[in-house]
């Protein structure tokens, strides 16, 4: 194997593949990246994968002889990046990768190209089309609220739901919920090759962090085709493709969990009340990380306090349209917050019954966000 490439294509492709390298492999072929370079169409692909997630990635490149081998990730990608810009020559002489560049050369040994496990192939899954600006919308709203905790390994995903023309996403970590329906502006829509084909898949929130990554920096194409099949999803754009398996379980029946009637009703400015929380948030998270919103409908102000014993307090006022009887109600802060900084409006509505049942939390106007947030109770 033998070619020729810029640092910048190598450097830039690594770190697309090198987030599906597991830190800790089951076997140590899974630490390296593979690699192929292609005589006939000049291209290099680079693949990373764990076993569950998988990233396959390819570039032009002046392919002078073909091969394949896989190299340690993390050392070859520590050495590319640090590499002056200009060309790259690699060379492949029995199993170590010879690296040349303007200023000298480092060699590194790698392993049989044979060993390294093969990305799944979806054979039989019917293909759809969704617009990368919905998809970043939905990941975007929905993501931090996904359940860190492994034993509840269903709530460590994010729900994806195609139906009548339209995408939704949920996540859940048993403290609060965020649905998200993104708009689909004029000309983008969900596409399928079969009319009754729709997704309906818990995919983890890893895998869909990566696919935001890797989206977040797509100018060339609008439109990510979609694959997927019991057990397994495959996402393919340009020269990328995304696999992972999916969740297995039944994602909770969210859409029960909302309340249909609230009794009070608050609107305040977004980056007012953001502002707030993360002042106040500094004695918070010295202590329990609660914070107590007193919602004061004759005055029409929300008053924000928070008493770290031993560490001190907080107190502030902001203005708000409130509607029905005054309320304490106290929240974790660094929810209220996630919830806030994922909206993107200039106000936010809160609607609640009591100091204990779920509060809602939306946007006014943009995205179709929904989120719910389950009060802490306050102890005298």
């Known amino acids: 194997m033998k070619f020729v490439c810029t640092q910048k294509d190598l450097s830039t492709h690594l770190s697309f593949v090198s987030r599906a390298v597991p830190s800790r492999p089951t076997h140590p072929v899974l630490a390296n990246i593979f690699i192929h370079a292609d005589l006939s169409a000049q291209r290099v692909t680079l693949v990373g994968f764990d076993l569950s997630l998988g990233i396959k990635t390819s570039f032009s490149a002046q392919v002078l002889q073909e091969g394949r081998i896989t190299i340690p990730a993390k050392l070859l990608t520590d050495i590319v990046v640090r590499l002056p810009d200009g060309d790259l020559t690699l060379e492949l002489v029995e199993d170590t990768i010879s690296l040349t560049s303007i200023y000298g050369q480092y060699e590194v040994r790698g392993m049989s190209a044979d060993e390294f496990p093969e990305l799944p192939i979806i054979q039989q899954g019917e293909v759809m089309q969704l617009p990368i600006a919905g998809l970043l919308s939905g990941l975007q709203g929905s993501l931090y609220a996904a359940s860190t905790d492994e034993?509840?390994?269903?709530?460590?995903?994010?729900?994806?739901?195609?139906?009548?023309?339209?995408?939704?996403?949920?996540?859940?970590?048993?403290?609060?919920?965020?649905?998200?329906?993104?708009?689909?502006?004029?000309?983008?829509?969900?596409?399928?090759?079969?009319?009754?084909?729709?997704?309906?898949?818990?995919?983890?929130?890893?895998?869909?962090?990566?696919?935001?990554?890797?989206?977040?920096?797509?100018?060339?194409?609008?439109?990510?085709?979609?694959?997927?099949?019991?057990?397994?999803?495959?996402?393919?754009?340009?020269?990328?493709?995304?696999?992972?398996?999916?969740?297995?379980?039944?994602?909770?029946?969210?859409?029960?969990?909302?309340?249909?009637?609230?009794s009070r009703q608050m609107t305040a400015e977004r980056r007012l009340f953001t502002a707030a929380l993360e002042r106040i948030a500094v004695i918070a998270d010295r202590k329990n990380n609660i914070v107590k919103l007193t919602l004061d409908p004759v005055n029409q102000v929300v008053v924000l306090q928070v008493d770290a014993q031993e560490v001190g307090s907080g107190r502030e006022s902001l203005p708000a349209q409130i509607s029905g009887e005054p309320l304490d109600v106290a929240f974790n802060v660094k929810y209220l917050l996630d919830g806030l900084k994922s909206f993107s409006t200039t106000e936010v509505q809160l609607q609640l019954n009591t100091a204990t049942s779920p509060v809602i939390l939306n946007p006014l106007g943009g995205t179709k966000m929904t989120y719910l947030v389950m009060p802490v109770q306050i102890r005298s």
């Open 151 to 262: 034993t509840k390994q269903i709530l460590t995903g994010v729900h994806l739901v195609t139906e009548s023309d339209a995408l939704e996403f949920a996540a859940t970590d048993g403290h609060r919920l965020s649905v998200v329906v993104p708009m689909l502006t004029d000309g983008e829509s969900v596409t399928t090759d079969h009319p009754r084909h729709s997704l309906d898949v818990t995919i983890p929130a890893k895998t869909l962090r990566e696919l935001e990554r890797m989206l977040a920096s797509q100018q060339e194409v609008s439109t990510v085709d979609v694959w997927s099949e019991p057990g397994q999803v495959i996402f393919e754009w340009g020269d990328q493709r995304l696999t992972s398996r999916l969740l297995e379980g039944s994602f909770p029946n969210y859409r029960q969990l909302l309340p249909r009637q609230f």
